[in-house]
């Protein structure tokens, strides 16, 4: 009798904690599918970043495949084309046959810039990221593409950038909020804090790397 007794008691114990794991999952669930299925949720505007910039390291490279292994301020110069006349929309027009939209070329959080349908109608205003006139696939190391908002002295980079090695930078609060992600020679990106910028600008091996900023 006493073994009825514990066997049903272990039963009843049973039944009791599978009832209340299953409230607890319907609480949890309550609370945060909300949350999850709200628009821009899904994807964080970071890694949705970092993805527009291996699309974009991914259109250098395959432009350099079909040009003698050139990326397209490579390509310019070699035509004897002055740098300070090379702007960074010229640069991603030159992509435009690799990268499928131009939308990939505003960062999902930066406000200041707005989407256009066509690169026929690409300007600074469309554009997010910076793109390098000197980088070349064969240094891997060097700096090909990042976000924005970088600064120079405290001061907002825009136009053109001769960045050597030894140049003091940093991220400003726009966009990542000092931080940002960087597009190296090789097509990979990362993301790197203001110290983390200085280093990977001294370490580029490229005495002057050419930067055009929206």
């Given at each position: 009798?006493?073994?009825?007794?514990?066997?049903?008691?272990?039963?009843?114990?049973?039944?009791?904690?599978?009832?209340?794991?299953?409230?607890?999952?319907?609480?949890?669930?309550?609370?945060?599918?909300?949350?999850?299925?709200?628009p821009?949720?899904?994807?964080?505007?970071?890694?949705?970043?970092?993805?527009?910039?291996k699309?974009?390291g991914?259109?250098?490279?395959?432009y350099?495949?079909?040009?003698?292994?050139?990326?397209?301020?490579?390509?310019?110069?070699?035509?004897?084309?002055?740098?300070?006349?090379?702007?960074?929309?010229?640069?991603?027009?030159?992509?435009?046959?690799?990268?499928?939209?131009?939308?990939?070329?505003?960062?999902?959080?930066?406000?200041?810039?707005?989407?256009?349908?066509?690169?026929?109608?690409?300007?600074?205003?469309?554009?997010?990221?910076?793109?390098s006139?000197?980088?070349?696939?064969?240094?891997?190391?060097?700096?090909?593409?990042?976000?924005?908002?970088?600064?120079?002295?405290?001061?907002?980079?825009?136009?053109?950038?001769?960045?050597?090695?030894?140049?003091?930078?940093?991220?400003?609060k726009?966009?990542?909020?000092?931080?940002?992600?960087?597009?190296?020679?090789?097509?990979?990106?990362?993301?790197?804090?203001?110290?983390?910028?200085?280093?990977?600008?001294?370490?580029?091996?490229?005495?002057?790397?050419?930067?055009?900023?929206?």
């Amino acid at each position: 009798m006493k073994r009825l007794r514990s066997r049903q008691m272990q039963h009843a114990f049973g039944m009791l904690d599978v009832l209340v794991v299953v409230v607890v999952t319907f609480v949890l669930a309550g609370l945060l599918l909300p949350a999850l299925m709200r628009p821009g949720c899904r994807k964080h505007p970071r890694i949705k970043c970092v993805s527009n910039l291996k699309n974009v390291g991914l259109a250098f490279r395959i432009y350099a495949t079909d040009n003698n292994d050139r990326f397209p301020g490579q390509d310019l110069a070699s035509n004897n084309t002055d740098l300070a006349s090379i702007s960074v929309t010229t640069i991603y027009q030159s992509l435009s046959n690799e990268l499928s939209t131009p939308k990939l070329l505003i960062c999902p959080v930066d406000k200041k810039r707005v989407e256009v349908q066509s690169f026929a109608q690409l300007t600074p205003k469309n554009i997010s990221y910076f793109a390098s006139l000197t980088a070349s696939e064969t240094n891997l190391q060097s700096i090909l593409a990042g976000d924005r908002n970088v600064l120079v002295a405290g001061r907002p980079v825009t136009g053109l950038l001769p960045l050597t090695t030894n140049l003091q930078v940093a991220w400003s609060k726009e966009i990542h909020v000092e931080q940002g992600n960087i597009c190296m020679g090789d097509g990979s990106v990362q993301q790197a804090s203001s110290k983390r910028l200085v280093q990977m600008v001294a370490d580029q091996n490229e005495p002057t790397n050419h930067l055009a900023f929206p």
